[in-house]
């Protein structure tokens, strides 16, 4: 079997004498959906800004396509296509998607000036493959549906070709029907051969979305599952108590 | 193209009226609307003296100092912050660049009075002054995080006084003659040149227009209708030469014009008409407003601007160095205060101390009734110059009418405050 897309060797990240990140190790395969799930400081969010480059790490190592990566700011990881989508929606709200879009990666004329008819012509390009139903290119994206939005954060990650996506709990603003478009997004991702990292609470949504689950306990990997063989009520006994159910791999956190 | 996107850019809409055929900002429309309800309400009142081309040429030359510093307030106010030290840092301005000509050029460097190299250092010196003092205290904003009211309402104070020091308290005059040129009535283009100017806008403007609708099919955009794009044309046009025919048919008095051919050494011909013209310093306004424009809607920094207002934290992800933006923002504005104080000191033709008193007050009212949100994010240049516009007509119309000076003041703070509210109410019935 070939390299995986991204393995996380013994992760570590302490703040003071907390053990954030305590020597974790998971990966992730292309075109798979691996969820991160866990209490508010179980260290999921850590462990994720540690592979973004958001955040320097105190031990570890980080494989990208079975080589070593050098990983040490937000940068680097957009060197390796790491593209992180945030859980409060990173859009500047007086713009239009387009201008989200390229925030910060404009296209420009020769002459220096923003080319917004090109960035518009990419913008509706993309957007016609993620979300056919966009239409609103001219009003600020504050006008649009929280689901709309989002969209325009998945393109912004899927126009600079991003191989490895981290999405950081990308329905936690969103209503029932906004929820299940980024569900439908997420399905098309994947069959792109897009690895995906999703930080998510919900575990019905984890059951849906994800092909394997990680499950973090106070720093600690309690345990790896497929999330077909495992019910909900184990993924929950899992989080609660560390409990590890027979048919996944237990990690080091997991109890007796 | 694949087909999903053609069938996203849709087929030409039917436009719901006339006016969204012209797609013309509708806030635009509003702030022109009331600007024609004061001209013609003073009108009556006047008996038409409000709409004569003399009246016209004295609300633009009176309205060119406030206009040029709103500009730069859009970006200020654009970006969260504030500047409460414009006024100050115009009479900075002014006080360097008034020593410089009576002091500095003539004695120092011995180049006497009038020499041609002296408005040249002087306005050099000048726009430098206000580009360092501005961008200082953009530092003192974006890095040490010291907010921007506090840091401008120091500067207020600092700048005031400071222009007082240079000049020892003194007024400081006359002027030199070609720095005079920007003052309005003392240098203007005369009417060829203005008709000239009009020529070059009226196809530069034609020429935009024609430019962003070849772009838009390019990418097969929806566009205009043809008629529509017809229709805005003329309208620019027709705008165009009747700012110019206006500020032409205002006539250089005989007795002024004699002079003029006396200096010269040449003897008037008889009968001989001259208009005015567009004076040079709304040419310079004018000047201000395309290139604010551009950098507000085509270069990156003017994007930045814009997103940083809209959501700094979000900019500061997609990596851009907000602020260092912020000192961007307040040296640019520093520089407009630089220009606000040649037009301001050389219309009066000498420095004096209280030069630029309350001008802030009243550039933050121009932003602001311009449609520039206090909240950030959301602001255009020509709304803070139709702002200006706005203030000065009723200001120079209640004098004229002979309204209380008490009064005067009462009117146009009402009318900021209803501008702002109107401002909110549309907003939130169009939502954007």
New interface residues.
Partial sequence: MAAPLVELRQMQKSFGGIHAVDHVSIDLNPGEVVGVLGHNGAGKSVLMKMLSGALPRDGGEIWINGAQATINNPRDARDYQIETIYQYLALADNLDAASNLFLGRELVTPMGFLDDATMEAETRRILARLNPNFRRFHTPVAGLSGGQRQSVAIARAVYFNAKILIMDEPTAALGVQETRMVAELIEQLKSEGIGIFLIDHDIHQVKLLCDRANVMKNGRLVGTVEVDKVTEDDMLGMIIAGKCPPSGIPGPGAIE | ??D??S????QPVKPRNFFAALEIDTRLLGMVGAFILICVIFSLLTDGRFMTPRNIFNLTIQTASVAIMATGMVFVIVTRHIDLSVGSLLATCSAVMAMIQTVVTPDWLGLGLNHPATAPIAIIAGIITGLAIGAFQGWLIGYLTIPAFIVTLGGYLVWRNVAWYLTTGQTIGPLDKNFQLFGGINGTLGQTWSWIFAAFAIVGALYVQFNARR??V????PVKPVWAEVVIGAIIAAAIIGFVAILNAYEIPTARLQRIYAARGEVMPDGLVAGYGIPISVLLLILVAIVMT?VA????LG?YI??????P???Q????NTRFLTVKVFAIMGALCALSAIVASSRQTFHSNDIGTLDELRVIAAAVIGGTALSG??GTIYGAILGALIMQSLQSGMAMVGVDAPFQNIVVGTVLVVAVLIDIIYRRRT??
């Fill in positions: 193209m694949t999903t996107s069938a996203a850019t849709a772009t838009k390019k990418h097969e955009f551009i809607q085509r270069t990156r994007r814009f997103a940083t207002g809209g959501n934290e979000a900019s992800l997609a990596g851009i994010g959301l939502g954007d």
